[in-house]
T-cell receptor, first 109, second 112 residues
Framework: RKEVEQDPGPFNVPEGATVAFNCTYSNSASQSFFWYRQDCRKEPKLLMSVYSSGNEDGRFTAQLNRASQYISLLIRDSKLSDSATYLCVVRTSYDKVIFGPGTSLSVIP | NAGVMQNPRHLVRRRGQEARLRCSPMKGHSHVYWYRQLPEEGLKFMVYLQKENIIDESGMPKERFSAEFPKEGPSILRIQQVVRGDSAAYFC??????????FGEGSRLTVL
């Protein structure tokens, strides 16, 4: 089993839609969780950290379920500029940082 | 406050030559990570270093690849006797002891 798995995608959604991405991780000792976005041929950039209580940043909401080892990202009112690959990232207790394979999102006019 | 600096941004090598990729972490960051991204694929962990120590190199190919992070100067990813399959984007990231990673813009290696 891969250490971090994500929805395979791609997701093609119209502007204004709500889209949800799912991620699971295998190491129960993982300590920190993040969502990054990567635009084509660019470096990954932090979108948001994920906290146990869940957290929201504008149109983006992240949830963490430690018991199920599951992380989610919800994007509301999708914009064209949201088109990118979204990466689920897990940092283990020994500081190894693992990226999921990514889920591609295309927001269509 | 400069971010993570990688150079060269683009490197072309012929098969059998050596490639050296450099990464200067953000100021105050002591943790450096190297990732490789093949075309149309995800980021693959290669190695995690702290100053003068390799902490985890489980993602490094057993041969031809090496990494260092000396007491002074940037972290270096070295690929000896490059082959076409080494063509990829190599991203470096740095962090504090905890928290998120900050990435450089990457070094794109092309092997002819």
């Amino acid at each position: 089993r891969k250490e971090v798995e994500q929805d395979p995608g791609p997701f093609n959604v119209p502007e204004g839609a709500t889209v949800a991405f799912n991620c699971t991780y295998s190491n129960s000792a993982s300590q920190s969780f993040f969502w990054y976005r990567q635009d084509c041929r660019k470096e990954p950039k932090l979108l948001m950290s994920v906290y146990s209580s869940g957290n929201e940043d504008g149109r983006f909401t992240a949830q963490l379920n430690r018991a199920s080892q599951y992380i989610s990202l919800l994007i509301r009112d999708s914009k064209l500029s949201d088109s990118a690959t979204y990466l689920c990232v897990v940092r283990t207790s020994y500081d190894k940082v693992i990226f999921g394979p990514g889920t591609s999102l295309s927001v269509i006019p | 406050n400069a971010g993570v600096m990688q150079n060269p941004r683009h490197l072309v090598r012929r098969r059998g030559q050596e490639a050296r990729l450099r990464c200067s972490p953000m100021k105050g960051h002591s943790h450096v990570y190297w990732y490789r991204q093949l075309p149309e694929e995800g980021l693959k962990f290669m190695v995690y270093l702290q100053k003068e120590n390799i902490i985890d190199e489980s993602g490094m190919p057993k041969e031809r690849f090496s990494a260092e992070f000396p007491k002074e100067g940037p972290s270096i990813l070295r690929i000896q006797q490059v082959v076409r399959g080494d063509s990829a984007a190599y991203f470096c990231a740095s962090s504090l002891a905890t928290g998120e990673l900050f990435f450089g813009e990457g070094s794109r290696l092309t092997v002819l």
